[in-house]
């Protein structure tokens, strides 16, 4: 009886462990599948981004889907980014949750990821906001991810001085610029000093007509891109809810 039992307890150990590797078979197939679709470099992955952009756009970014959000932001295809946002405000698509530890690292790596003009606009947008809403309460904001000079550098370096300081764009980063010197240049911390100090730099130089933003931004991060990439468009016509179409053909 004994060993009837032992028999049958070897038999459920060798189940579950053929099951654990299913199950992490399973989630490798899938995470491949993923990778491959939110590369964006054929029609087909666009077309599958564009649908899973659309699907999480319905229901709503929460604590639990808001990797998916970065995923699909760092694709900087417009299509998957307009089916992500939808009729949304870019600027306050993260405003649902309290900002975190891993949403600050993943705004900085992919500001940093990107030469100055070749991220979408909206994605921009959406990022910044996470910044300005993270260090609009300088202790939580401190509290929550400590700033490096590399950081202010990768904000400041999507700065236009062709345009004026009413530009959408420039205003919100030197708004953010601003708040990170307010609340460092007082800090007895030497490291959120010089991160001060450093954003006000980066202010100083837009509004002064006889500095460049080299002068205060390593030349390497402001290189433009030589060759910008066009978009794959979906290759099927997608309507959203205003049955506004998006895809092939659409101008």
Not at 4 to 11: E, Q, W, Y
Not at 53 to 64: E, K, P, T, V
Not at 147 to 162: E, F, H, Q, R, T
Not at 220 to 247: F, T, Y
Request: hydrophobic share 40%.
């Amino acid at each position: 009886m004994l060993a009837r039992s032992t028999a049958s307890f070897k038999g459920h150990t060798k189940e579950n462990d053929l099951l654990k590797e299913y199950n992490k078979l399973k989630e490798k197939v899938i995470l491949s599948l993923f990778d491959n679709i939110v590369l964006c470099n054929t029609q087909k992955a666009v077309d599958s981004a564009v649908a899973v952009a659309r699907y999480i756009n319905s229901i709503g970014l929460n604590n639990d889907n808001y990797v998916l959000y970065f995923v699909l932001l760092e694709t900087n295809n417009s299509y998957v980014i307009d089916s992500l946002i939808g009729d949304k405000n870019p600027f306050l698509l993260f405003s649902p949750i309290r900002p975190n530890w891993y949403m600050l690292r993943e705004t900085f790596r992919i500001l940093s990821q990107f030469k100055k003009d070749e991220l979408n606009k909206k994605c921009l947008l959406a990022l910044l906001g996470i910044i300005q809403n993270t260090y609009k309460e300088p202790k939580f904001g401190y509290s929550v991810y400590q700033l490096s000079v590399s950081d202010v550098y990768n904000i400041g370096k999507y700065l236009n001085k062709k345009k004026d300081q009413s530009d959408e764009l420039n205003q919100l980063i030197l708004d953010i610029l601003f708040d990170i010197y307010l609340m460092g240049i007082e800090s007895a911390s030497r490291e959120q000093k010089q991160v001060a100090l450093k954003a006000n730099w980066i202010r100083m130089a837009f509004f002064d007509i006889r500095k460049r933003m080299s002068d205060v931004i390593p030349d390497v991060l402001l290189i433009k891109e030589k060759m910008p990439k066009e978009d794959i468009k979906p290759g099927i016509v997608v309507l959203d809810d205003e049955n506004k179409k998006i895809g092939k053909g659409i101008n």
